[in-house]
């Protein structure tokens, strides 16, 4: 078949959550189809990239797309003014429009895969192909998460609680106008469901390639926590901040030679200021390769407390041996069993409790981290987590 995939980032290198979805759902694809990718792209991305995406796809199209803060606020004022949600607004771009309109003008697609929720207004055009809406979480779910965990004083606060409901509506109704549509958890289903979206939702986890992220033989020099995530997403720098104000000192009242390595690209000030002044927090930034830092680390953190979704830094620590501590929201859709191959807790002081044990218990350590890479092999290797795709892209009657 020929298929079209739209997606909102680059799906290369594999180096977000974001990143690892698309990325893997397109190397299952191209093993059976001819694609045709069309992404946005920014700064960031860079021509060797593209060229491996090129190397698997028929055909790379990229559009560039910049935000700003003034953007950003031009974008709120029209939500404001016609009801629709500004996260889809802020990526209306009429380059996009016309890169695709172009493309359907001189060939056609048996398929058209939108990959997240902003890219699905893209593919209603494609009126005589197939169309796929992959949804990589209910974003009002993840918007009504966070507006929650504000301040009733702050701006914010209304922008999310305002979007969510839009988005809620929004995405319902998307739904309804794709021929298939998939989600990444049950949670996420019943979400969408509940948002008026069509009830034959197929679920299809986030899938990893288990043989690239091979088990790492950890030797760490003394007890080493790490969390990695992109350190500007609004629910990752809560976490953090949480973590290091509630938990992380009540670890080094227990464990007082423990350190502690926040990995992610651009980290706010805040958090970077909180490095400087412990000699124990090391906060690095984006890193090519967190290889050394989880050989030499004894544990993960996930404190995440807003979100929706699948977490992949969890599916590539568990692949890669890394025992971890999350919360329930952090680990949300992933078949992971408390005590067996993740730990779990939701409390400041059960949190620093279960890292304590991480960190000090040496059996149980071992035991989540072989459970954890089993877990990872058996459910979410992406060879079996995305045959699922198959049915869906068989026509009607077919599959």
Same mark, same amino acid.
């Given at each position: 078949?020929?298929?079209?995939?739209?997606?909102?980032?680059?799906?290369?290198?594999?180096?977000?959550?974001?990143?690892?979805?698309?990325?893997?759902?397109?190397?299952?694809?191209?093993?059976?189809?001819?694609?045709?990718?069309?992404?946005?792209?920014?700064?960031?991305?860079? @021509?060797?990239?593209?060229?491996?995406?090129?190397?698997?796809?028929?055909?790379?199209?990229?559009?560039?797309? #910049?935000?700003?803060?003034?953007?950003?606020?031009?974008?709120?004022?029209?939500?404001?003014? #016609?009801? &629709?949600?500004?996260?889809?607004?802020?990526?209306?771009? @009429?380059?996009?429009?016309?890169?695709?309109?172009?493309?359907?003008?001189?060939?056609?697609?048996?398929?058209?895969?939108?990959?997240?929720?902003?890219?699905?207004?893209?593919?209603?055009?494609?009126?005589?192909?197939?169309?796929?809406?992959?949804?990589?979480?209910?974003?009002?779910?993840?918007?009504?998460?966070?507006?929650?965990?504000?301040?009733? #004083?702050?701006?914010?606060?209304? %922008?999310?609680?305002?979007?969510?409901?839009?988005?809620?509506?929004?995405?319902?109704?998307?739904? &309804?106008?794709?021929?298939?549509?998939?989600?990444?958890?049950?949670?996420?289903?019943?979400?969408?469901?509940?948002?008026?979206?069509?009830?034959? %939702?197929?679920?299809?986890?986030?899938?990893?390639?288990?043989?690239?992220?091979?088990?790492?033989?950890? &030797?760490?020099?003394?007890?080493?926590?790490?969390?990695?995530?992109?350190?500007?997403?609004?629910?990752?720098? &809560? !976490? %953090?901040?949480?973590?290091?104000?509630? %938990?992380?000192?009540?670890?080094?009242?227990?464990?007082?030679?423990?350190?502690?390595?926040?990995?992610?690209?651009? @980290?706010?000030?805040?958090?970077?200021?909180? !490095?400087?002044?412990?000699?124990?927090?090391?906060? #690095?930034?984006?890193?090519?390769? @967190?290889?050394?830092?989880?050989?030499?680390?004894?544990?993960?953190?996930?404190?995440?407390?807003?979100?929706?979704?699948?977490?992949?830094?969890?599916?590539?620590?568990?692949?890669?041996?890394?025992?971890?501590?999350?919360?329930?929201?952090?680990?949300?859709?992933?078949?992971?069993?408390?005590?067996?191959?993740?730990?779990?807790?939701?409390?400041?002081?059960?949190?620093?409790?279960?890292?304590?044990?991480?960190?000090?218990?040496?059996?149980?350590?071992?035991?989540?981290?072989?459970?954890?890479?089993?877990?990872?092999?058996?459910?979410?290797?992406?060879?079996?987590?995305?045959?699922?795709?198959?049915?869906?892209?068989?026509?009607?009657?077919?599959?």
């Amino acid at each position: 078949m020929r298929v079209l995939l739209l997606t909102q980032v680059l799906p290369y290198p594999p180096d977000s959550g974001p990143k690892v979805k698309t990325y893997y759902v397109l190397k299952y694809l191209v093993q059976q189809h001819q694609v045709t990718l069309v992404s946005f792209v920014r700064d960031s991305d860079k @021509p060797e990239h593209i060229h491996h995406l090129e190397s698997l796809c028929e055909q790379v199209i990229t559009v560039p797309i #910049t935000r700003s803060p003034v953007r950003d606020l031009r974008f709120l004022g029209q939500s404001l003014l #016609t009801g &629709q949600p500004w996260m889809m607004l802020r990526d209306e771009r @009429p380059e996009m429009r016309a890169v695709l309109q172009e493309l359907a003008a001189a060939r056609h697609f048996d398929v058209v895969h939108a990959d997240q929720l902003n890219m699905g207004q893209y593919a209603l055009p494609f009126t005589t192909s197939r169309k796929v809406l992959d949804l990589h979480n209910a974003l009002w779910v993840l918007y009504k998460r966070l507006a929650e965990t504000l301040e009733p #004083t702050k701006p914010m606060k209304y %922008i999310l609680t305002r979007d969510w409901r839009l988005l809620k509506q929004y995405e319902g109704r998307l739904c &309804q106008t794709f021929d298939a549509v998939t989600a990444v958890s049950q949670e996420d289903k019943a979400a969408l469901i509940e948002a008026g979206a069509r009830d034959d %939702i197929a679920v299809i986890p986030i899938a990893i390639d288990t043989d690239e992220q091979a088990f790492i033989p950890r &030797q760490p020099k003394g007890p080493h926590i790490v969390h990695i995530g992109t350190m500007y997403w609004p629910p990752n720098i &809560q !976490g %953090i901040t949480w973590f290091l104000d509630e %938990i992380y000192p009540r670890i080094q009242q227990q464990v007082p030679e423990v350190r502690c390595t926040l990995i992610g690209a651009r @980290p706010p000030a805040s958090i970077v200021e909180r !490095g400087q002044a412990d000699p124990s927090l090391t906060v #690095t930034g984006y890193v090519d390769d @967190p290889l050394p830092y989880l050989r030499d680390s004894s544990m993960m953190v996930v404190p995440l407390l807003a979100g929706g979704g699948m977490r992949v830094k969890i599916l590539n620590a568990m692949s890669q041996g890394i025992p971890m501590v999350s919360t329930t929201v952090g680990c949300e859709g992933i078949a992971v069993t408390h005590e067996d191959d993740i730990l779990i807790a939701d409390e400041p002081q059960t949190f620093a409790d279960a890292c304590i044990r991480l960190l000090t218990d040496a059996a149980l350590n071992d035991k989540v981290t072989q459970n954890g890479r089993r877990t990872a092999e058996e459910q979410y290797d992406y060879r079996q987590a995305c045959r699922p795709l198959d049915k869906i892209y068989a026509p009607k009657g077919e599959g």
